[in-house]
């Protein structure tokens, strides 16, 4: 509760996020307690009512973690609630019920009058449980008109794209063919990552074991590629990686990453903290973690991120984000999965994963 001079002094010194007058009240969002409530570590847990308070809310605060769940209820439940009330203004309640739209997106949408408490409660903590999956996403290395590594580009690039939200960046990875670069390129390219962002959010791509070097050196999480045709290939290969190492599976590079590897690498010692696992179906994620819970398996899909992180994945990689790192949406599940649909869509179009790379390259300002 405040005074009306508490709301005079806000709203002249720009501190008022969002108002709305509404049954002789007026209800506000102000920026010095959301920041007192952020500054103490604590939970906010606002209650709107109208669409735009929300996009004002993530706009003030676009790298919060929000939840955005709708309660909702037909209008002829509205007004038996309303009612029931004893407060005499049901008319007034139900113009204001006609005058709110539904929200276009959402984590969760629950319709009150079908879901009772409890229900609605394990919805909402699914959705908060979503929230807190990381999210990777690849980074571009940027080129001359001939082909060449740009590395002054790709400087300016890292260092506008780790202003960003962003958990983790991937470094050297197949969206931005790091493969075909040499060792001592990727190694530029790392560098010049590591001056723009903290060594802990970033994820180097390994081609090769001079690679896995390169990072260990440099106290950067190597994200080993696993190179192998075979189970016994593959064991040796994580037999070499050193502690701490992730790994990349992907079909189009021989044996994956599946449970009965997860269990040999785990009875062994041999189990990587986790890796980017492509092409895997959520039964697939739940059976890996299930056999190694330890395991941090980032979804190399983003197409379902909900989906992915009830399965068992800590995150998903989201490639699409590639091309708006310096213009994301705000940290909302509810925005990023929208955002990642859009540009998938596009992306799906293209003929091939050059063509993809091309594109999210032409996205790039620097």
């Keep these: 509760m405040a005074s009306a001079i ?53 706009a003030t605060a676009p790298t919060i973690r929000w939840v955005v769940v709708e309660l909702w209820c037909p209008r002829e439940v509205a007004a038996e609630r309303a009612a029931a009330r004893g407060t005499n203004d049901t008319a007034e309640r139900l113009a204001v019920w006609d005058a709110t739209p539904r929200l276009a997106v959402a984590d969760a949408q629950i319709d009150t009058s079908t879901v009772d408490p409890a229900a609605a409660a394990r919805k909402i903590m699914e959705a908060v449980a979503a929230a807190k999956c990381s999210i990777v996403v690849p980074t571009m290395h940027l080129v001359h008109p001939d082909g060449t590594v740009d590395l002054a580009a790709t400087r300016r690039h890292a260092v506008a794209a780790a202003e960003s939200w962003v958990d983790f960046f991937l470094i050297n990875g197949s969206t931005t063919a790091g493969s075909e670069l040499t060792n001592m390129e990727r190694a530029a390219v790392l560098d010049i990552w590591l001056e723009a962002a903290d060594p802990g959010r970033l994820l180097a791509c390994a081609w090769s074991a001079e690679d896995v070097a390169t990072a260990a050196d440099r106290h950067v999480t190597p994200m080993a590629v696993l190179q192998a045709n075979t189970q016994i290939a593959a064991e040796q290969f994580l037999q070499a990686l050193p502690p701490g190492s992730t790994i990349y599976s992907h079909p189009m590079f021989g044996r994956t990453f599946d449970a009965k590897l997860a269990a040999w690498a785990r009875s062994m010692g041999h189990l990587p903290s986790g890796g980017k696992l492509a092409k895997i179906r959520p039964d697939e994620t739940a059976e890996i973690h299930r056999t190694a819970p330890e395991f941090t398996i980032w979804d190399g899909s983003a197409r379902r991120i909900q989906r992915s992180v009830a399965a068992g994945a800590a995150g998903v990689v989201a490639t699409t984000l590639s091309a708006m790192l310096t213009d994301l949406p705000p940290r909302s599940l509810a925005r990023i999965q929208p955002t990642i649909d859009a540009v998938q869509a596009t992306l799906d179009q293209l003929p091939d994963r050059t063509a993809k790379r091309r594109w999210i390259l032409d996205q790039i300002e620097v």
Aim: net charge negative; aromatic share 8%.
């Design 6 to 58: 508490e709301f005079e002094q806000l709203a002249a010194a720009g501190q008022i996020i969002y108002s709305n007058t509404r049954y002789d009240s007026t209800y506000i969002i102000d920026q010095p307690e959301l920041s007192r409530i952020i500054a103490a570590g604590e939970i906010p847990v606002l209650h709107v009512g109208q669409p735009e308070a929300i996009d004002a809310l993530l």
